[in-house]
């Protein structure tokens, strides 16, 4: 099992930035590629952002690109998504996600979840 925390949400204008961070707990961290998803009010969740467990790979949805970082500490069992110049249309409760193996941009293939952190962006 693992077991995911995220923190680092909150309200920021558009055009602001903010860094989320999702602590892993469990076994052993460094085995899972992980991903980034969001879910807007009334809409699917939907793929941001995924690594590969060494940090080696990302791959980022276009609407993120040069926008958002997503990277991994290993050592602190600890994935970050650093989000610059924050839109309106990024405002969702965000989910970090661990699978074993390659990464993915598909929510069906992740097997566990956190709880979610909302970011709010104002216009």
């Known amino acids: 099992q693992v077991q995911l925390v995220e923190s680092g949400g909150g309200l920021v204008q558009a055009g602001g930035s903010l860094r989320l961070s999702c602590v892993a707990s469990g076994r052993t961290f460094s085995s899972y590629a992980m991903g980034w998803f969001r879910q807007a009010p009334g809409k699917e969740r939907e793929f941001v952002a995924t690594i590969k467990w060494n940090g080696g790979y990302t791959y980022y949805t276009d609407s993120v690109k040069g926008r958002f970082t997503i990277s991994r500490d290993n050592a602190k069992n600890t994935v970050y998504l650093q989000m610059n110049s924050l839109k309106p249309e990024d405002t969702a409760v965000y989910y970090c996600?661990?699978?074993?193996?390659?990464?993915?941009?598909?929510?069906?293939?992740?097997?566990?979840w956190g709880q979610g952190t909302q970011v709010t962006v104002s216009s």
């Open positions: 996600a661990a699978k074993i193996g390659s990464i993915s941009t598909s929510r069906i293939e992740y097997d566990y």
